[in-house]
């Protein structure tokens, strides 16, 4: 029944793939589409683990914030890694830098895919990221649903992988109030200039006349005092 189930995922999924769209890149665990925001962030504590057959794939959402025994890494930068049990080797299926995001055409179904590849660009990843919705929605939790040679298919279901509105990108209104004028009129002066009320004085003194008389002279013209000689 589980096999029936998974094998119906995958053939809705590889109708819908046949037309998909890009979930713009945001961070390693969050993208943005028309649809709204997948955010994986709200589940970066945990990490997610699914087994197939003898080998164990584990998925850190966003980074590795787990210990995991033995460890599950390549290296620091590991989303998605396989553990073989029966001989703890260790497989790097996926590099956190790595991931894009893509989203089936298909308006029925709530998937985002975060696509890995690992650090020898050898072994690819395919985690489908299932909003569960209805009645019939599954549990939060990590599945596998394909390995074929070095791909991989998992499917985790998480409300964290369902879309949140996008926010509004509201431009700033400015204030439509118009500057009003001020009322009032400026008033005049009341005061009237004032004339002087001292008239001009006129001057007082009278010219005055010179007192002094000319002067006659004291001395009357001399007559010489030699006569006059007569002739011999």
């Known amino acids: 029944m589980q096999f029936i189930r998974i094998l119906a995922f995958l053939t809705l999924l590889s109708v819908a793939m046949a ?92 998937v985002v895919i975060a696509k890995f590849t690992s650090s020898d660009s050898k072994r690819k990843t395919e985690v489908y990221l299932d909003c569960p919705v209805g009645k019939k929605a599954r549990a939060e939790g990590l599945e596998v649903l394909e390995v074929q040679g070095d791909n991989v298919e998992l499917r985790l279901t998480s409300q964290a992988a369902c879309y949140t509105p996008n926010t509004p990108h509201t431009t700033p209104t400015k204030p439509h109030t118009t500057p009003t004028k001020p009322h009032t009129t400026p008033t005049k002066p009341h005061t009237t200039p004032t004339k002087p009320h001292t008239p001009p004085t006129k001057p007082h003194t009278t010219p005055t006349k010179p007192h002094t008389t000319p002067t006659k002279p004291h001395t009357p013209p001399t007559k010489p005092h030699t006569p006059p000689t007569k002739p011999h």
């Open 19 to 110: 037309n998909k769209e890009v979930c713009k890149k945001i961070s390693n665990c969050k993208c943005q589409h028309s649809k709204g925001i997948v955010d994986l962030s709200k589940i970066s504590s945990k990490v997610f683990t699914a087994t197939k057959g003898d080998e164990s794939f584990r998925y850190f959402p966003c980074s590795q914030t787990v210990d995991m025994t033995p460890a599950c890494t390549i290296t620091d930068n590991n989303a998605v890694c396989g553990l073989q049990k029966s001989t703890n080797h260790v497989l790097d299926w996926g590099l956190e830098d790595s991931v894009t995001f893509l989203v089936p055409n298909n308006a029925d179904y709530n």
